[in-house]
């Protein structure tokens, strides 16, 4: 049997002729940007934040971007993230001109560690942003109440959380809420993907929306070729805008099916003692990676693939170790809890389109 870690073929197999409709009716009418597919994304995708506003732009990376400048961070704010992230996190910090200051994460759920993030907290710090990894938002309630008492922002990173749910103040709140800003992203593999790059915002205050918007299309605030602020070019096309407004509706049932897989896979392998990242009650974690620890990683790669089964690492090298990053003065041992992770970690395939006998054959392989 051969399992892909992806099999995004599948996924398009039965939207095609639907994506390929919305794509002539915006060829027909030449409204390329702008137009009333994005529209409706934004209204589309609010749901799925349960925020106010959403800004459509153009990758997760501009997202987190444009998330920072709207909440005033500017060159030599310091603001807090985790070391075991996409270099697209610190990416976004270091395009701001942010001080950057990295904390570890928690071995359990691998979000970041709140009593780590208390001693690391200052006067200095001016945002927090924590990565929701693998689908699991981190412990917002106490990141917000951090925030509250060291008066700073919180920008979160949701790139990889779409749908996802929390516990806050005795209720579930959807990922895209709660933080001042959040960030997404719709690279093609993710829970909720595009064909190709785009990425979202979503807030809840209306001036936070409307300075995101103008920073992700050229500073212009209602008038073309009026420019309110210094701007980029950060918008979302509207042939992704249509492609993700058919798959919107899907990604709760997608989401629901990734549940089941990862709910089969912990089973079997906490039965075989084989250790999985924990999410913590009330909490609805949307599985974008499903991930194990193993110290033979490199040797269970090579097998699996063999048996025909494909597997990824997320991530191979913290942030703290990475070469573009090494100006930071952080070194090896720096972060213990990343650097473990980052030696022992394997992604195997979670996807809708899984059928319940694959999922079988790669517990099986994995065991």
Not at 89 to 106: C, F, H, M, N
């Amino acid at each position: 049997m051969r399992i892909p870690f992806l099999d995004l073929t599948l996924q398009h197999r039965s939207l095609l002729h639907e994506i390929n409709r919305s794509i002539k009716k915006i060829f027909q009418s030449s409204a390329f940007l702008g137009g009333a597919e994005t529209e409706t994304f934004k209204k589309l995708f609010s749901q799925v934040t349960g925020a106010r506003y959403t800004i459509p732009c153009s990758n997760g990376t501009s997202a987190l971007y444009i998330a920072l400048k709207a909440c005033g961070i500017t060159p030599g704010n310091e603001v807090i993230t985790v070391p075991n992230t996409f270099i697209a996190t610190a990416e976004a910090l270091s395009l701001a001109g942010a001080r950057i200051k990295l904390v570890d994460i928690d071995e359990k759920t691998h979000t970041i560690d709140i009593q780590k993030l208390k001693k690391a907290l200052s006067s200095r710090t001016r945002c927090i942003l924590p990565v929701f990894l693998y689908g699991l938002p981190c412990d917002m309630e106490k990141v917000m109440s951090l925030a509250r008492k060291y008066r700073c922002r919180v920008v979160a990173d949701a790139c990889q959380a779409h749908g996802a749910l929390f516990p806050y103040r005795g209720k579930r709140k959807k990922a895209g809420t709660v933080a001042e800003m959040s960030a997404f992203s719709f690279y093609p593999g993710k829970n909720l993907g595009a064909a190709g790059d785009a990425g979202a915002v979503s807030t809840d205050d209306p001036k936070l929306a409307e300075t995101a918007l103008m920073i992700a299309n050229h500073g212009i605030r209602k008038n073309r070729y009026y420019h309110n602020s210094e701007g980029f070019n950060f918008r979302m096309d509207n042939l992704q805008s249509a492609i993700l407004n058919i798959k919107i509706p899907l990604l709760q049932k997608w989401n629901a099916r990734r549940r089941e897989i990862a709910g089969l896979y912990i089973k079997s392998f906490k039965k075989a003692g084989i250790p999985v990242p924990l999410c913590p009650k009330g909490y609805t974690h949307v599985y974008h990676l499903f991930v194990i620890r193993v110290r033979n990683r490199d040797d269970l790669q090579k097998k699996l693939l063999e048996q025909g089964i494909q597997t990824g690492i997320h991530y191979p090298v913290p942030i703290h170790l990475q070469k573009a990053y090494a100006y930071l003065g952080y070194r090896k041992g720096s972060f213990p809890v990343s650097e473990r992770l980052s030696r022992e970690v394997v992604s195997l395939p979670i996807y809708p389109e899984m059928t319940d006998a694959q999922v079988a054959y790669v517990i099986k392989q994995v065991i």
